[in-house]
């Protein structure tokens, strides 16, 4: 029993190992990617050894793909991670940020400040869309929450009442986009389809500052919800407070999901098919379930990046349509393959 059990803990190591090997090469491919292709070697090169190149060179990897494609990485870990602690605490499939109503708090955040103008007093200009976006987004997960802590709603209220929150900051953002101008209007459309190319390196600074302050606490809730994913009352009988693990958990999801969408724009199915992958390769530990989740979401989100820029020669497609165009086939193979996993 004892040997059984270790084999599948190295298993299990193995399979996040080859992930994070995976990820690296997505990540050098991304930042190899672009109009003026570059080889790995120069890529290394423009990292370690920038003098061996030209400045334009230089400049193409460190200022614009360098941003670009961390925050591909960031923005994935951030909304699979979300997604990933979202489906347990809420024991539902289809969970994730995207389908529970913060991209669409977030979304009407951004309508406020690209259209009408309004955001927080003394909010300069430039940080007016992202400052509106998460502040929407966080108090869409905050309604959330106060809706979990309730006794009386349950676990299928707060998904019967995310879903509402899809279709009402839906009808708001449509409300707003008829009285916009061309010229706004195309704005927020353009940031609804989610872009990468908005990353800045104050941005990445302060969502990887996110990710660091997270992660810890979710690691250390592993055991907890792996318990849940037995029914709660399963884990009340280990001494789990499952009221308190869900508040804190929906926080985390708050911050990670509000940071990342308020910075680059609505992406979709990130946090709802890297779970699923993540899942069907490891199983329900969560010890080994949200690193998985993490690095197949950053994956997923790397080659998206990748695909955005080779789909249409010469022309570089927001990343968010990418990940829906695959993230739909994907999440119906999954639930084709494995209904009983998915």
Same mark, same amino acid.
């Given at each position: 029993?004892?040997?059984?059990?270790? +084999?599948?803990?190295?298993?299990?190591?193995?399979?996040?190992?080859?992930?994070?090997?995976?990820?690296?090469?997505?990540?050098?491919?991304?930042?190899?990617?672009?109009?003026? =292709?570059?080889? @790995?070697?120069?890529?290394w090169? &423009?990292?370690?050894? =920038?003098g061996?190149?030209? =400045?334009?060179?230089?400049?193409?990897?460190?200022?614009? +793909?360098?941003?670009?494609?961390?925050?591909?990485?960031?923005? &994935?870990?951030?909304?699979s991670?979300?997604?990933?602690?979202?489906?347990?605490?809420?024991?539902?499939?289809?969970?994730?940020?995207?389908?529970?109503?913060?991209?669409?708090?977030?979304?009407?955040?951004?309508?406020?400040?690209?259209?009408?103008?309004?955001?927080?007093?003394?909010?300069?200009?430039?940080?007016? !869309?992202?400052?509106?976006?998460?502040?929407?987004?966080?108090?869409?997960?905050l309604?959330?929450?106060?809706?979990? +802590?309730?006794?009386?709603? &349950?676990?299928? %209220?707060?998904?019967l009442?995310?879903?509402?929150?899809?279709?009402?900051?839906?009808?708001?953002?449509? @409300?707003?986009?008829f009285?916009?101008?061309?010229?706004?209007?195309?704005?927020?459309?353009?940031?609804?389809? %989610?872009?990468?190319?908005?990353?800045?390196?104050?941005?990445?600074?302060?969502?990887?500052?996110v990710?660091?302050?997270?992660?810890?606490?979710?690691?250390?809730?592993?055991?907890?919800m792996?318990?849940?994913?037995?029914?709660?009352?399963?884990?009340?009988?280990?001494?789990?407070? !499952?009221? #308190?693990?869900?508040?804190?958990?929906?926080?985390?999801?708050?911050?990670?999901?509000?940071?990342?969408?308020?910075?680059? %724009?609505?992406?979709?199915?990130?946090?709802?098919?890297?779970?699923?992958?993540?899942?069907?390769?490891?199983g329900?530990?969560?010890?080994?379930?949200?690193?998985?989740?993490? @690095?197949? %979401?950053? !994956?997923?989100?790397?080659?998206?990046?990748v695909?955005? #820029?080779?789909?249409?020669? &010469?022309?570089?497609?927001?990343?968010?349509?990418?990940?829906?165009?695959?993230?739909?086939?994907?999440?119906?193979?999954?639930?084709?393959?494995?209904?009983?996993?998915?």
């Amino acid at each position: 029993m004892a040997a059984a059990y270790r +084999r599948t803990i190295r298993r299990r190591v193995l399979i996040l190992l080859v992930m994070l090997v995976v990820g690296i090469a997505a990540f050098a491919l991304d930042i190899s990617t672009g109009p003026s =292709p570059l080889a @790995l070697r120069d890529v290394w090169s &423009g990292l370690f050894d =920038p003098g061996s190149l030209t =400045p334009p060179e230089v400049t193409i990897i460190r200022d614009v +793909r360098l941003p670009y494609a961390l925050m591909a990485i960031l923005v &994935g870990v951030s909304l699979s991670l979300a997604g990933a602690e979202m489906q347990t605490i809420l024991n539902n499939p289809l969970a994730s940020p995207f389908t529970l109503g913060v991209s669409s708090a977030a979304s009407f955040g951004a309508a406020l400040a690209i259209v009408l103008g309004l955001s927080l007093p003394f909010v300069p200009g430039d940080w007016m !869309v992202p400052i509106n976006a998460f502040i929407c987004a966080f108090a869409s997960v905050l309604l959330l929450e106060a809706l979990a +802590r309730s006794r009386a709603a &349950g676990v299928e %209220g707060v998904v019967l009442f995310g879903i509402a929150l899809v279709f009402t900051f839906n009808a708001l953002v449509a @409300l707003i986009q008829f009285v916009a101008s061309q010229e706004a209007l195309s704005q927020l459309v353009f940031w609804s389809m %989610g872009s990468l190319g908005r990353a800045t390196w104050t941005n990445l600074a302060v969502l990887g500052l996110v990710v660091l302050v997270v992660l810890p606490f979710s690691m250390r809730a592993a055991n907890a919800m792996t318990a849940l994913r037995l029914g709660e009352d399963r884990a009340r009988s280990f001494g789990i407070d !499952v009221q #308190k693990l869900r508040f804190a958990s929906l926080l985390r999801i708050s911050a990670l999901a509000a940071t990342s969408v308020a910075f680059v %724009g609505t992406i979709g199915f990130i946090g709802l098919v890297g779970p699923h992958i993540a899942r069907m390769l490891l199983g329900e530990d969560h010890r080994f379930l949200l690193p998985a989740s993490m @690095l197949t %979401g950053a !994956v997923i989100m790397s080659l998206a990046s990748v695909a955005s #820029k080779i789909m249409v020669p &010469g022309v570089l497609l927001p990343v968010g349509i990418v990940t829906s165009m695959i993230g739909v086939p994907v999440f119906l193979a999954l639930i084709l393959r494995r209904p009983d996993r998915a």
